[in-house]
């Protein structure tokens, strides 16, 4: 993973410094490693001054995860890293269901 991202801008006012915490630092990186290799996990990627809602994404592999960040990670933005299979547990579900056939009918079993 490359160490420092391309500027887009730069505003002083938000004291840039070299004591914030990096997403590409090793121990930052081995976290990420290590929790991919338990499954997926979710990344929400806060654009720097971008003005907008975050951009979220799944990643299964580190690769793809690493070249996400090479095209689309500039300077001064925020990544989220959660862990899918610690994260995402039936007990913390919001909903869950089956979609209907067309006479509103649903399988009770089934191989998912």
Known sequence: MRTTFPARWR???DR????????STPSTVKRIQAALRLGPVIVEHWHYRGGS?????VFEEWED?????????????A??????PQVCVADRR???????????????????
Not at 16 to 23: L, N, P
């Open 11 to 13: 505003n002083e006012a």
């Open 16 to 23: 840039w410094s070299s004591k914030g915490m990096a997403i």
């Open 53 to 57: 809602a975050p951009s979220r994404h």
């Open 65 to 77: 995860f690493e070249e996400y960040l090479e095209e689309a990670g500039f300077a001064g933005d």
């Open 79 to 84: 990544i989220d890293v959660w862990s899918f």
């Open 94 to 112: 919001v909903a869950h269901g089956k979609c209907p056939a067309e006479d509103g009918t649903v399988p009770e079993g089934g191989a998912y």
